[in-house]
Structures are given as C-alpha cells and as structure tokens.
C-alpha cells in the first residue's frame, strides 16, 4: 500500500532578496502582504518608479515628523524643503499635509475626505521624539494606513519603540522603520509602496 501523501509544506523566507520582512502582517507566512504567493517579486524590486502610480501617495503626521522629507526621498515631492502650510497635491505624485491638521480635530475631515485619493496614507512618527496619536484614528482613513517611524538615524531604540506604540495604538498593523537622510530602510518601504500601487 503506497504510504500516505504527506502535508504539502511551503518552504518560505522570513526576508525577501532585499532583507525586506516576508508574510502578511497577521503572521501568515504562507501568503505575501497582498495574499500573493510568497516570495513573487514585487513591481518596486522589478525596477518600477512609484512616481508612475496612477493615484497619489498620502502623508500624515504631527508637525516635525519628517513628512515632506520622506516624500522628497521617494521622489514623490519638491526636494527643497519648506513648512507645509496646507494640504497639497504634488500633481498627481503625492498628497503632503500639515501636522497641524491631526493635531486639531476639525480638519480630520478634509484628512478623511482625501485619504479616499490616495493609493494608501503613511502616518509618519518622528522617531526621536514620538507623540501619542487619537486611540483608532487610522481606522477613519478610507485607504490602506502604514505607518512609518522616521529620524532613525538620529533615534535611540527607546524612542523608536514608544513610536511604533503609538502607531499600533493608532489602529495601525504595519510599521516601517526609515530615515531618508541616510536612506536606511527606503528600500523596504519602496517594495511595499510598489505592491500597493499596482494592486
Ligand atoms: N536627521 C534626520 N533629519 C530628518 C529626517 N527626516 C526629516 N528630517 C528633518 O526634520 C525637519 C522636519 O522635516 P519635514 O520634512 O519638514 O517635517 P514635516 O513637518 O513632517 O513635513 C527637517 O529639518 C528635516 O531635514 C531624518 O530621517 N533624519
Ligand atoms: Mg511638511
């Protein structure tokens, strides 16, 4: 009698080519972030420039988080660097806002309102000096919310870490550790940016 088929197991590595995090952000190993099989190679790391996506990328974050910087980083906005004033689009590239509109409660509308443009929203948290966030505030956003822990270069592991707290207490899973002054971590958030672009 031919002996029993075994399980089919999948074989899957906790980090991409790029040392990028594997798996769903539940911890499902067996299926990438988009339940696409693990390991398929994303548009970003197939040499796709965010800049081509058809809707825009959207950043939120208290005021000093590292916003503007991190878009400019990614090529998604202006390279000099000026005080955010209002919201504004970078032509279809790019929705960049003020801190000062999470901070007071009633511009969480027009937050809201143009989440609903964009591709997904990165809420960035200075990594040297976190603030708390509203409890759930992710969870009015109408597009996918990422979070992003920013001045890595400049941040202890303390800091770092009561960031990302306020980020999941936020409502939010998925959180990427960057500076786009030295460039550490870019690779890893570009890779996931891609595969939500092009979803
Ligand atoms: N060292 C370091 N400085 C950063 C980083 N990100 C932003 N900055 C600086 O932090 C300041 C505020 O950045 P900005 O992008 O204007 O913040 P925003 O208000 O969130 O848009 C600027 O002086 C940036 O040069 C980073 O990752 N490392
Ligand atoms: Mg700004």
Not at 65 to 85: N, V, Y
Request: aromatic share 4%.
């Amino acid at each position: 009698m031919a002996a029993p088929e075994k399980p089919r197991q999948f074989l899957v590595p906790d980090k991409d080519a790029n040392g990028c995090a594997n798996g769903d952000p539940k911890g499902n190993p067996n299926v990438g972030p988009l339940g696409e099989p693990p390991g398929a190679p994303s548009r970003a790391t197939q040499g796709a420039d965010l800049g081509t996506a058809e809707k825009p990328l959207m950043v939120i974050g208290p005021v000093s988080a590292g916003k503007s910087t991190l878009l400019a980083a990614l090529g998604l906005g202006p390279k000099e660097i000026k005080k955010t004033e209002a919201l504004v689009y970078n032509r279809s590239l790019s929705i960049d806002t003020p801190g000062e509109m999470l901070a007071i409660p009633r511009f969480y509308n027009a937050l809201i309102l143009n989440s609903s443009r964009a591709y997904a929203v990165l809420m960035v948290m200075n990594g040297q000096q976190p603030i708390w966030l509203p409890s759930k505030i992710a969870l009015a956003l109408k597009s996918r919310v990422i979070g992003v822990v920013t001045k890595i270069d400049l941040a202890g592991p303390e800091t770092v870490h009561k960031a990302e707290l306020s980020l999941k207490n936020a409502g939010i899973e998925e959180t990427f550790r960057v500076s786009p002054v030295t460039g550490q971590g870019l690779e890893c958030l570009v890779e996931r940016l891609g595969d939500l672009a092009w979803a």
